[in-house]
């Protein structure tokens, strides 16, 4: 159980320097969504900083993938059911945020050594709203996930139940902000405003978490094994 804590921690990590430099430090540095020309024009001329950012992505998916397994087998304890449910709905976000690449890798093969142009815009501007889109589907999967997986922290001996509460104010937030971005039509006029209810509550939480795994698996004698309801 300790070496699993500690693979946990590990891939939390890993998840979260990964993700915030492909996302934050390149991909939003690329795109002005409200601007299609300059948007194109950043991808062609910052081709090597966006796959840096692609590898990033799939570092990303690669450590979420390993998740499903390591908090199956740390969960699974309380309930192996339930635990078996969490991890569907993980791997379900993992599935379709893989799809979303897909979106941004044709993004890339077109700006390769290419030309700007209007009809190049169109396509580029379109496959980044169908990156956006999937990966947001996969969200509202992620917020299950974590919904299920804080009620088990909540039951379970050796998980403090505050880390359980934590995730599910975390889900929450995931759930409120993929809701409002696939119906709101004028969700970019509160994006900020969405963004700071979904980063803080998943920093503290996913990072509590992420912090007590690996406390938990590099500490000597820690772990308590719950018994399976």
Do not use: C
């Not at 397994?69 to 993980?90: C, D, N, Q």
Request: proline content about 1%.
């Amino acid at each position: 159980m300790k070496q699993i804590a500690k693979i946990s921690g590990i891939a939390y990590v890993m998840i979260f320097i990964s993700g915030f430099y492909a996302n934050f430090a390149v991909l939003e540095s690329l795109i002005d969504i409200t601007n299609p020309s300059i948007t194109t024009t950043n991808f062609i001329n910052n081709h090597s900083q966006f796959r840096n950012g692609l590898l990033g992505f799939l570092v990303m998916l690669i450590f979420d993938v390993l998740l499903v397994w390591s908090l199956f087998s740390l969960t699974k304890s309380v309930s192996k059911k339930i635990s078996f449910i969490a991890s569907s709905f993980r791997l379900l976000h993992a599935l379709f945020f893989l799809l979303s690449l897909f979106k941004l890798w044709e993004v890339y093969h077109l700006t390769f050594n290419a030309t700007d142009s209007e009809n190049l815009q169109i396509i580029v501007m379109k496959l980044l709203t169908n990156f956006g889109t999937l990966w947001t589907i996969g969200l509202l999967f992620f917020g299950i996930h974590l919904i299920v997986l804080g009620y088990l922290a909540i039951y379970s001996t050796a998980i403090p139940k505050t880390l359980g509460v934590l995730i599910l104010l975390a889900a929450i937030s995931y759930l409120i902000d993929g809701i409002a971005k696939l119906s709101m039509s004028n969700y970019d006029e509160y994006k900020d405003i969405f963004e700071v209810m979904v980063i803080i509550p998943a920093v503290v939480g996913e990072f509590s978490f992420t912090i007590w795994l690996s406390i938990k698996g590099f500490k000597k004698n820690s772990f308590k094994i719950d018994s399976e309801n």
